[in-house]
């Protein structure tokens, strides 16, 4: 069974620091990590995503590192703020499949 | 574009009752899909079509069937509902080959749904 596990469950930080979300895989073949943001009542939303020949992204105050040897990656969101208070989920997909496999989500609450 | 879209948003269901919940999209993607939501477990993939007239079966399928007559409409019926299938549903499209291909999903809003 291929999974992606994602830690922690739940994140509280003051306004300004640095959460971190981090996730593990197993497959080899997995090619493409994107990550998605959840606000309640509403449906997931792409955030970043990075590919395996790189490894960090930037979009903003949101970081992905990855470590390819490791086979892990991280969610970073640099200067957190109350409206980035959120589920975050991570996923992985693997070529030719047609499929994502998502994490089990980390409910992120940036305090004011 | 009004993207992704879902009816109905909320339901609620006697067991045994069946259902139909829609989807449709209106970015012409080919790949479309969906997932079930329920608390620490992420979003599992039921089922999921790459084009009209193909659909295949993702990681949680059973209790559920779907069709693709259309491009755009992929609904999601649930035959004999159960207490197991109360979970918040959301249906996802994207361009091309779909995630693996490095394509963004779009997600719709959600139904909720609720079995007695």
């Known amino acids: 069974q291929q999974q992606v596990k994602q830690s922690p469950q739940s994140l509280i930080v003051q306004k300004g620091g640095i959460p971190i979300i981090n996730c593990a895989y197993e497959n080899t073949a997995f090619d493409y990590f994107p990550w998605y943001q959840q606000f309640p009542g509403k449906g997931p939303a792409l955030l970043i995503a990075i590919r395996p020949d790189v490894s960090e992204k930037k979009e903003g105050r949101f970081t992905i590192s990855f470590n390819k040897s490791a086979k892990q990656f991280s969610l970073h969101i640099m200067d957190s703020q109350p409206g980035d208070s959120a589920t975050y989920f991570c996923a992985a997909s693997n070529p030719g499949t047609y499929k994502y496999i998502f994490g089990t989500g980390t409910r992120l609450k940036v305090l004011a | 574009n009004a993207g992704v879209t879902q009816t109905p948003k909320f339901q609620v269901l006697k067991t045994g009752q069946s259902m139909t919940l829609q989807c449709a999209q209106d970015m012409n993607h080919e790949y479309m899909s969906w997932y079930r939501q329920d608390p620490g477990m992420g979003l599992r993939l039921i089922h999921y079509s790459v084009g009209a007239g193909i659909t295949d079966q993702g990681e949680v399928p059973n209790g559920y069937n779907v069709s693709r007559s259309t491009t755009e409409d992929f609904p999601l019926r649930l035959l004999s509902a159960a207490p197991s299938q109360t979970s918040v549903y959301f249906c996802?499209?994207?361009?091309?080959?779909?995630?693996?291909?490095?394509?963004?999903?779009?997600f719709g809003p959600g139904t909720r749904l609720t079995v007695l």
């Open positions: 996802a499209s994207s361009s091309g080959g779909g995630p693996s291909s490095y394509n963004e999903q779009f």
